[in-house]
């Protein structure tokens, strides 16, 4: 089996889905300080993020069959990342309490049109925290983002190595983090951006 950062993606799936553990152990670091990374930032806790980022390649591994049938494997797999570390932060795993606010209000349901004004709303603030990055950190999360390139491509486009790529883009997300902290956002919209970070990997 090659290695995967020169693989044919069909065979090293079909190898996966087979049970090819050398395969899937490629495929496991391959993605691991990129998914962690990510997790890390949002969980602000190395144990929590570890046994999320854990939680997710088990799930990976019990579904191998099925594997193969995925449009986009980055994609869906860069989901299950997402609503594991959404997951966690339910669970009440981490405190997340962003704001003192009346108990009372905590616990009212909003409106379907309360929650897609602050889903807009925590959009424009993303944008806000992205427009006072360093360019580094812009343009590392840029590509990653928006464009949907691995660590590995963004460091061969910016001349940077590897770990360079995943710190800049920690940090930048650290900083969307603390810029909707400081903006007062609850949970419930912390949880729309994380999923707005995750779109098309």
Not at 6 to 21: M, P, Q, R, V
Request: hydrophobic share 45%; proline share 2%.
């Amino acid at each position: 089996m090659p290695d995967i950062s020169s693989y044919n993606e069909k065979e090293f799936l079909n190898a996966i889905a087979e049970g090819d553990d050398v395969a899937y152990a490629q495929l496991y670091r391959h993605y691991w300080n990129e998914v962690y990374s990510l997790a890390l930032a949002f969980l602000k806790s190395p144990a929590l993020a570890e046994d999320t980022i854990q939680e997710v390649f088990v799930k990976l591994w019990l579904k191998k069959e099925s594997i193969t049938e995925w449009k986009d494997f980055r994609a869906y797999f860069m989901a299950m990342v997402r609503n594991e570390i959404i997951n966690t932060l339910r669970q009440g795993k981490r405190h997340m309490l962003i704001r003192n606010i009346n108990p009372e209000i905590e616990t009212t349901q909003s409106s379907p049109q309360e929650e897609l004004l602050r889903s807009k709303e925590a959009a424009t603030l993303i944008q806000e925290a992205l427009s006072s990055l360093p360019v580094k950190q812009q343009t590392a999360f840029s590509l990653s983002r928006t464009n949907g390139l691995t660590h590995d491509q963004i460091a061969a486009q910016m001349q940077l190595s590897k770990k360079t790529v995943a710190n800049l883009i920690t940090l930048a997300l650290n900083h969307i983090r603390d810029y909707l902290h400081r903006k007062g956002y609850l949970l419930e919209v912390l949880l729309v951006a994380i999923s707005l970070l995750f779109l098309k990997k």
